[in-house]
């Protein structure tokens, strides 16, 4: 998005947004003054790799609200679908009944946005209303959290801390970052250690009791961290 200067410059204003991460999902919250229509909002989130938000379930509409800013509209991606009348997500299911304001939606608009400014004046959480796709209000993105091992090998942690976790498999891979890969894609791991004279790859999981892992010292070990600040 721009605008031109006096000099008729166009000045390009690139969105800055708070990130939040959830359940490996990534929710970034763009401030008031980054507002646009709909499909600006929906445009500047293909630009972060992300899309405009959905809402699954309740958990994930508390955890959103609480970095809500009060009296700020949120885009979210429902659209009314003409042949059934009914607001839909982009995977056909409808958002939870107990998301909408009361009276709401009432059919005034294409679009649905977070809302404190409708319904009860006594209500101060952020709701669903709908909305006209023309109008200028903030928004929030969501892509999935990029982790560390995808883009190369997580911070190295010292040989120690691998008491604290078991043992998932044991494989043979090319490198550490194939290691990383392979455990990212195959199993949820939250640890890996890499012996590079036998290209040993060790897959570990988060044990709530200090388990005891006896292996080669010669093993390099490597968190694997979710990261939302990655694009």
Known sequence: MGHRDVFGTVKVVVA?????????????????????????????????????LTVSDLEEHTFLTRFMDYDTDYWV????????????????????????????????????RYTTSTG??????????????????SYICQRNAVRIGETGI?????HVS?????????????????CAKTCLQTFKCGLIGYLSSSSECLMLQWAANNASLSVDPGFRFHTIE???SIS
């Open 154 to 158: 997580g911070k190295e942690t010292p």
């Open 120 to 137: 009860s004046a006594t209500q101060h959480t952020h709701l669903l209303a709908d909305i006209y796709s023309s109008r200028v209000r």
């Open 226 to 228: 979710r990261d939302c």
């Open 77 to 112: 991606d429902l659209e009314l679908n003409a042949a059934t009348g009914e607001y839909l997500w982009p995977d056909g299911t409808s958002p939870n009944s107990s998301l909408w304001y009361p009276n709401e939606p009432n059919f005034t608009g294409d679009r649905v």
């Open 162 to 178: 691998a008491s604290h976790y078991v043992q998932i498999t044991n494989i043979s891979t090319k490198s550490r970052l194939q």
């Open 16 to 52: 800055i947004l708070d990130w939040h991460e959830l359940n490996g999902i990534c929710y970034g919250f763009a401030s008031p003054a980054s507002a646009l229509n709909f499909n600006g909002a929906n445009s500047t989130c293909a630009g972060y790799n992300a899309v405009l």
